[in-house]
Antibody, heavy 122, light 108 residues
Framework: EVQLVQSGAEVKKPGESLKISCKGSGYSFTNYWIGWVRQMSGKGLEWMGIIYPGDSDTRYSPSFQGQVTISADKSISTAYLQWSSLKASDTAMYYC???????????????WGQGTMVTVSS | EIVLTQSPGTLSLSPGERATLSCRASQSVSSSYLAWYQQKPGQAPRLLIYGASSRATGIPDRFSGSGSGTDFTLTISRLEPEDFAVYYCQQYGSSRRTFGQGTKLEIK
């Protein structure tokens, strides 16, 4: 079964760093683009960026460029989303997503992780 | 940035009725790279339609997508109780993928 399993909920203080993870299984991890989508409480979906684990080619939404870092470790089939200095406005649910097809960088999100809730509060 | 505007914001219908959801783009969506997702409370979204009109694996045939250019439609032919949820459209043909704001389909 193809699945993405994300790390658990996090509670952090403003200014702290954080790295959340997403482990892919049931498919060839290096052959599919994998990315992140943010959903703030009661709000819609926002595309943050994607990475191709095969060569680490990474594309960011301009809204998130410089605010987060997307990476992947293909040896353990895991993608990451990290912040160096969290803000209260980073409080949201973060979904890991995988492209439907093992093709180019333009594709729908066929597989979704269960989500990781990040709460940033002093 | 391609802005997607979904209408209506909320749609109130009864089981068995037909639902028509609209997604309008601020500029033409490349190669009909338009998807629809369903999200139920407390769950991750699920892909329903990609390429504007192709159903994803396991999606019932009561769901259908149509449209091209700037106007797209998701139709649910006969609503089942489990179809009441929030629906999002997404374009993935530009360097900045964007989602619509969502349509909430609620039981009348």
């Amino acid at each position: 079964e193809v699945q993405l399993v994300q790390s658990g909920a996090e509670v952090k203080k403003p200014g702290e760093s954080l790295k959340i993870s997403c482990k892919g299984s049931g498919y060839s991890f290096t052959n599919y683009w994998i990315g992140w989508v943010r959903q703030m409480s009661g709000k819609g979906l926002e595309w943050m960026g994607i990475i191709y684990p095969g060569d680490s080619d990474t594309r960011y939404s301009p809204s998130f460029q410089g605010q987060v870092t997307i990476s992947a470790d293909k040896s353990i089939s895991t993608a990451y989303l990290q912040w160096s200095s969290l803000k209260a406005s980073d409080t949201a649910m973060y979904y890991c997503v995988r492209h439907k097809m093992s093709a180019g960088p333009y594709d729908a999100f066929g597989i979704w992780g269960q989500g990781t809730m990040v709460t940033v509060s002093s | 940035e391609i802005v997607l505007t979904q209408s209506p914001g909320t749609l109130s219908l009864s089981p068995g009725e037909r639902a028509t959801l609209s997604c309008r783009a601020s500029q033409s969506v490349s190669s009909s790279y338009l998807a629809w997702y369903q999200q139920k409370p407390g769950q991750a979204p699920r892909l329903l339609i990609y390429g504007a009109s192709s159903r994803a694996t396991g999606i019932p045939d009561r769901f259908s997508g149509s449209g091209s250019g700037t106007d797209f439609t998701l139709t649910i032919s006969r609503l089942e109780p489990e179809d009441f949820a929030v629906y999002y459209c997404q374009q993935y043909g530009s360097s900045r993928r964007t989602f619509g704001q969502g349509t909430k389909l609620e039981i009348k």
